[in-house]
């Protein structure tokens, strides 16, 4: 008879030594292990942090990265297989080539779970045949600030509505059978209530820099972060979510990565969530104490899988002699390693442990882009329309400005091919301005990203196209979301020559328009639509309606994002104006 996968983890647990068990509880990022440490260690698993990509950047070179990782930790005594794990947040838009599909703002403003699970397939396939079998997604954060420099990773501010999303995305990533080889382990997070963090709590200081409201502090009250923020792990946990990463943020003080009671207590004994709890990049190195402490305080706690980028042999060291000093129970560490183990065996990685390589021709291929163009057709949200929408097509001249209506970086923004994004032509896929030029030909449109078109003469209709520079976790804290002045005479000066203004907003949350807004006759917000510029053009000329639906509110002026309950959003979340 065949071995339950339970028996099948007791077996493994009884012939792991205490090394091989804080191996199993070793997460790695690829640049800083050493050639043999993956088997001298036995790991639990590496990842590619953002632009953790082999060079070249290429799928190929993905799946030979990745089995050369796996083949060592197979020639181990057990046989363990790694879980190589990726922050494919929006496709697998670290890999060249691969489909960047719209940010999970654009998800949420499309607001359709069956969406959301296909994009998630197709993402997972594509995964799948770069060996890549864990993906650090879909966030399920609330946000109640849109400063905050995560706001585009969320699905929206309704929980309902990131609960709705949250499901599906886990269910597309995971399949019918998790088991499969063309499933990847998903991963909510970041637990619990990061959205909440109170505006100047953050204490990080990264590259020069300090975050304001990232990884801060949440001191809401205790009903509020059940009601609102638990919500979607809850019905994630539903949809067989194994394995869960925490939060670099605190509640009340106290750093989720040494919060047992919500770890232990309620993650793993309320809700019964029987997988694994993974931790943040390096994200035990903010609890108090010295590196030791650090380590017995997060252990206890309830995570199982430590994310140590860059010295996993400290850490491998330092939780060996914190169980053997009886700091940290060897009970702890078996339950920790059997969840691990249970994953592993669950997604079927001891059967199917290295990449798919028949599955190669899939990252990036037509059907998948055509899926990317559908979700940034089905995520515009129309804001404003005096008539302008939808454009014609027999129009003689359009004149596009605005260096974001020409910039793919700008288009796919943070956590592609780079941690904090980049702009230029950093994937293959279409512009705006692209779209638009197929629609009419390059004959009948005039681009300048700065909105100088003298000597072109008047025309019918203006586009222009305003977008934030790409950016990722607390680099994209802004205290202010305005347009610039810059941004706000681009927009005057081509008004001044056309009959009808389009405003086109790129970015991954409102921004207060001002000026901007009145000057325009038709207003859309497009997020972040990733590789597939041409499906905003499907929308302005007509070929699509608009569908989207706002995920967040939208604010009026800079005195709502400090103070929301002064004054009414300009329009409310669930808004968005239809064609006719």
């Not at 914190?322 to 994953?343: F, H, M, T, Y």
């Not at 798919?356 to 979700?375: I, K, T, Y």
Request: charged share 20%; glycine share 12%; proline share 7%.
């Amino acid at each position: 008879m065949k071995a339950t996968v339970e028996e099948r983890v007791e077996a493994l647990l009884s012939a792991m030594t205490l090394a091989e068990k804080v191996g199993q509880m070793t997460l790695a990022e690829k640049n800083s292990i050493r050639p043999g440490d993956t088997a001298r260690f036995a790991l639990g698993g590496v990842l590619s942090g953002g632009g953790g990509y082999p060079i070249p950047n290429t799928p190929r070179s993905w799946a030979d990265m990745v089995a050369g990782f796996q083949d060592e930790a197979l020639a181990t005594r057990l046989r363990i297989p790694i879980l190589y794990g990726v922050d494919a947040v929006h496709g697998h838009a670290a890999v060249e080539g691969a489909t960047v599909f719209p940010h999970n703002c654009g998800l949420g403003a499309a607001g359709d779970p069956d969406l959301a699970y296909r994009i998630a397939r197709a993402t997972a396939v594509e995964m799948a045949a770069t060996g890549t079998s864990w993906n650090y997604a879909p966030t399920v954060a609330v946000p109640h600030d849109l400063r905050w420099g995560r706001t585009y990773e969320c699905f929206g501010a309704d929980p309902d509505l990131v609960s709705r999303l949250g499901v599906a995305y886990v269910r597309g990533l995971q399949g019918a059978d998790l088991a499969s080889p063309t499933s990847v382990l998903a991963t909510p997070k970041h637990f619990v209530g990061d959205g909440a963090a109170r505006w100047g709590t953050s204490t990080t200081v990264m590259q020069g820099r300090r975050f304001l409201i990232d990884q801060g502090d949440a001191d809401l009250d205790e009903a509020a972060l059940r009601s609102i923020h638990l919500r979607p792990y809850r019905a994630a946990i539903g949809s067989g979510a194994r394995c869960i990463m925490v939060s670099f943020s605190s509640w009340h003080g106290v750093k989720m990565h040494a919060h047992r009671r919500l770890l232990t207590d309620v993650l793993k004994g309320e809700l019964g969530f029987r997988g694994f709890l993974v931790s943040d990049w390096g994200g035990i190195d903010q609890l108090p104490g010295d590196y030791h402490a650090q380590v017995v305080a997060s252990l206890n706690a309830g995570l199982d899988m430590i994310m140590v980028p860059y010295d996993y042999r400290r850490f491998v060291e330092t939780a060996l002699q914190a169980v053997q000093a009886g700091d940290v129970p060897l009970a702890r560490v078996d339950d920790a390693v059997r969840r691990i183990l249970n994953a592993k065996l669950a997604r079927g990685l001891f059967e199917h442990p290295l990449p798919q390589r028949d599955l190669l021709a899939e990252v990036g291929c037509q059907e998948h882009r055509a899926l990317a163009r559908e979700a940034v057709r089905r995520s515009l949200c129309l804001l404003k329309n005096a008539g302008a929408l939808p454009l014609p097509k027999d129009v003689p001249l359009v004149l596009v400005a605005g260096e974001a209506a020409d910039d793919l970086g700008i288009q796919c923004g943070g956590w592609t091919i780079e941690w904090q994004g980049k702009k230029g032509p950093i994937v293959p896929g279409t512009t705006i301005r692209a779209g638009i030029e197929n629609v009419l030909g390059p004959a009948r449109v005039a681009f300048d990203p700065n909105g100088r078109f003298a000597g072109v003469g008047r025309a019918p209709v203006g586009i222009v196209v305003l977008g934030e520079e790409p950016y990722a976790e607390g680099f994209g804290d802004k205290p202010d979301l305005v347009l610039t002045e810059e941004e706000i005479s681009l927009v005057r000066s081509v008004r001044a020559v056309v009959d009808r203004l389009v405003l086109v907003v790129v970015s991954g949350r409102p921004y207060v328009l001002g000026e901007a807004y009145d000057l325009a006759d038709a207003v859309v917000a497009a997020w972040l639509p990733g590789s597939e510029g041409a499906g905003v053009a499907d929308v302005l000329f007509g070929d699509a309606p608009f569908e989207g639906r706002l995920p967040f509110p939208w604010p009026r002026s800079s005195a709502y994002l400090t103070r929301p309950e002064a004054e009414p959003p300009l329009f409310p979340p669930g808004f968005g104006l239809v064609r006719g």
